[in-house]
């Protein structure tokens, strides 16, 4: 099969708008859907070789792969299938959200009914990585479909991963944002810990970065605990659902994660005290006693 050359893209949220970004610099032949159409005509006078597209249909009708980056399940549901009415026999559809992978299969298998073939390629690295094309893409489904595919993985991610068959890249995106949010409660727990003893914080970050303790966590978000600000890189809430989704797949699975059901717990306090939107960093505003 051909690699794909023409793609269209829906969903240009904090995420999908740099990833999509990053496509059309690749020098592929891109049209763009979202939801609020003022956003993609924005993008399209941004960007040569862009189209706006009125529908989903209408956008996946000349495209050789269909790519989706929405915020959950019900949403994919909607733009892919909405999508599918415009794909041909043997179109690739290709999910780059973060969703529970029982059910992120369970759409591959409706599509495949329809002739669409499917790939599941979450992303990790938040908005700044997502703007300069270093991703982490981790993708499931059959490798035949990810090499057609992975010159436009290349154009947004640097790391690029075929990592099994479908379902498999949302489980281990699962697991990867799941340890990160338990991370960073434990960063915030750490400092607010040296704060309450009246600690120098920057003494306290270069001893832990030295040691055991040292983590990209520490790295990424400790001054931004530190400093309360919190604009949305990524927001809380949406780490919230993937803790959700992995603490379900687990269940399944015949497993109880009681060190991620205490993290869910302390993430849904932030979100209930209006922290939802705001980044996930945020979790420390609760941890250290600062709420709303």
């Keep these: 099969m051909a690699a794909v050359k023409r793609v269209a ?32 005509d924005e993008f399209a006078s941004a960007h040569e070789r862009v189209t706006v597209a009125d529908t989903p249909a209408e956008a996946a009708s000349n495209a050789d792969a269909v790519i989706s980056m929405v915020p959950d399940t019900p949403e994919v549901e909607e733009v892919l299938f909405a999508a599918a009415d415009g794909m041909s026999d043997g179109g690739l559809a290709v999910d780059m959200s973060t969703i529970a992978p029982t059910a992120s299969r369970s759409i591959g298998e409706r599509l495949a009914e329809r002739g669409i073939r499917f790939l599941d390629a979450p992303v990790t ?8 094309g270093t991703l982490t893409i981790m993708v499931g489904g059959d490798e035949a479909d990810f090499e057609r595919v992975r010159p436009v993985f290349e154009s947004m991610g640097r790391l690029v991963l075929h990592v099994g068959p479908s379902g498999h890249g949302e489980m281990i995106k699962l697991i990867n944002n799941t340890l990160s949010a338990i991370n960073a409660a434990a960063l915030a727990e750490a400092l607010a810990t040296g704060q309450a003893a009246g600690a120098d914080t920057d003494k306290l970050r270069q001893v832990v970065a030295a040691g055991s303790g040292g983590s990209a966590m520490l790295e990424l978000k400790a001054q931004v605990m530190l400093d309360g600000d ?18 379900a797949e687990a269940e399944a699975l015949g497993l109880e994660l009681r060190v991620a059901k205490l993290v869910e717990s302390i993430y849904a306090e932030a979100a209930a005290n209006g922290l939802a939107e705001r980044d996930f960093a945020a979790v420390a505003d609760v941890i250290g006693g600062n709420s709303p």
Excluded at 10 to 26: D, E, S, V
Excluded at 230 to 247: A, G, N, S, T
Aim: charged share 30%; net charge positive.
């Design 9 to 40: 893209f829906l969903g240009l949220g904090i995420m999908g708008n740099p990833m999509a970004a990053n496509i059309a610099r690749g020098g592929f032949e891109l049209t763009v859907w979202n939801r609020t159409r003022e956003r993609a």
């Design 230 to 247: 919190f604009e949305p890189l990524f927001k809380l809430e949406h780490m919230l659902k993937d803790v959700r989704h992995c603490i």
């Design 125 to 132: 690295g938040s908005r700044p990585k997502a703007e300069d």
